[in-house]
């Protein structure tokens, strides 16, 4: 295989590289910038996201069903107004009875036994006061827990955001260095194509170096096009997490995280989704002893007053009834146990995903501060492979110009130098990413 075939090849895979880290950016740049920063990124998103409000909408649901317990408490009043009509014996001689106008007449055997229409109204208040229901109570406790349960799931919905939030600023800086680098590649190659060009136009070259510069060109100029769009995609990105306006290209500054691989190896029990969990458990415990003492007597008051007249005018007798109800569901088909035991299996389900949840985040963790330690090793070999790749490109660009090495010698360390930068960038960008996921899996 001859030098310059060889040449070509290290250029098409040395391109190749480049392309797949620019593969991704594909859409058409927009035109609308605005400057933005990271906190002011996360305030937006934490103020505007959907799934921070849903996730605070059913903190409130909660809030609400626990309100709807205060009822155990309060007395319950009914208002109603009912009329009848009547030829039925006993009812009839009881609606008299009612309205207070029995006569010495309606005891007559055959009034009795063949009654007229009769007519009532009927207008009553009824209250009903609860006493003693000790299942409701341990209800409410329950409820009062799902209020803690739901209040740490919206804490971690937003520590999510947050998350989700600086890695799609780490993606959007990313794609700046991208560009950047194309831009430059773009530039370089650009003046190598006016050096070959001159050098044809003086006959020092042949014009299959020219035609492969202009190659070169085309390739730079689709990957920086590329790089652009990609800002606008990733502002996009950005833009819904905020709940903001699409078409609006972010600028940013480079954000540096604060490195935290002394953060603990295990899962902290105050994080906001395993206090959640322990919620739930606590909840599940309440709602037990709740079906559990459901089988046990009720104690509740009652009071009723009415009155009865013929018409609907009111002015009928009145009469009241009050007193104390003592009740007690003996067997219902064994309702409550199975419904306790169903709960108990639920609560053992909790149990079991809280553990997996430890145990898998532990693992995370661990992962991630490996991730950590591997992108710095990587972006101290690629700053030297940067140095490296420059000082090549200067050597080989001094000697193409004294003309002592050919056109692809050139394009090979320029396409080099482009790959190392990009890599580097990507190193950069793996390690922020890494802290900023080790940031989430460690909050507390």
Request: charged share 15%; proline share 2%.
């Amino acid at each position: 295989m001859s030098a310059y075939t060889s040449n070509k090849l290290k250029i098409r895979k040395l391109s190749l590289v480049f392309i797949l880290l620019t593969s991704a950016f594909n859409i058409n740049a927009q035109s609308s910038n605005q400057k933005l920063v990271l906190d002011e990124a996360i305030q937006k998103a934490l103020l505007g996201n959907r799934q921070v409000a849903i996730a605070q909408n059913d903190e409130a649901i909660a809030k609400s069903n626990y309100t709807q317990t205060s009822a155990i408490w309060m007395p319950q009043v009914n208002l109603s107004q009912v009329g009848y009509s009547t030829n039925n014996p006993l009812n009839a001689f009881g609606f008299k009875l009612q309205q207070a106008s029995i006569q010495q007449s309606d005891f007559s055997p055959s009034l009795l036994n063949n009654p007229a229409i009769t007519a009532n109204y009927t207008s009553q208040i009824t209250i009903q006061q609860p006493i003693v229901n000790l299942d409701m109570l341990y209800m409410r406790k329950a409820a009062k827990q799902q209020i803690e349960l739901y209040a740490n799931q919206s804490k971690r919905t937003k520590e999510a955001i947050k998350m989700q939030v600086v890695q799609a600023y780490l993606y959007l800086e990313l794609s700046y260095q991208v560009a950047t680098v194309t831009k430059q590649s773009l530039e370089t190659i650009n003046s190598i194509y006016k050096f070959t060009s001159d050098r044809l136009a003086q006959g020092m070259i042949q014009k299959s170096d020219v035609l492969n510069v202009e190659v070169q060109v085309k390739l730079a100029e689709v990957q920086y096009n590329q790089s652009v769009s990609q800002i606008a995609t990733i502002s996009d990105q950005l833009s819904v997490l905020m709940h903001a306006p699409l078409g609006i290209v972010y600028e940013i500054a480079p954000y540096q995280l604060t490195n935290i691989e002394n953060a603990s190896m295990e899962v902290s029990l105050l994080r906001a989704d395993i206090k959640a969990m322990n919620a739930a458990m606590s909840s599940y415990d309440l709602a037990i002893k709740s079906t559990k003492l459901a089988w046990l007597p009720k104690l509740n008051s009652f009071a009723n007053y009415q009155i009865n007249d013929k018409s609907i005018n009111l002015n009928g007798p009145n009469s009241y009834l009050a007193g104390v109800q003592l009740s007690w569901d003996i067997f219902k088909g064994n309702q409550y146990k199975n419904k306790a035991n169903t709960q108990v299996l639920e609560k053992h389900k909790v149990a079991i995903q809280l553990e997996n949840q430890i145990e898998q985040g532990t693992v995370e963790i661990r992962k991630t501060k490996r991730s950590i330690s591997d992108a710095n090793y990587k972006i101290a070999q690629q700053n030297n492979a940067v140095d490296q790749a420059e000082e090549a490109l200067r050597i080989i660009q001094n000697r193409f110009i004294q003309g002592l090495i050919n056109t692809n010698d050139v394009l090979v360390a320029q396409t080099q130098l482009s790959n190392q930068k990009l890599l580097y960038a990507q190193a950069v960008f793996e390690q922020k990413s890494a802290i900023n996921y080790l940031d989430f899996l460690t909050t507390k």
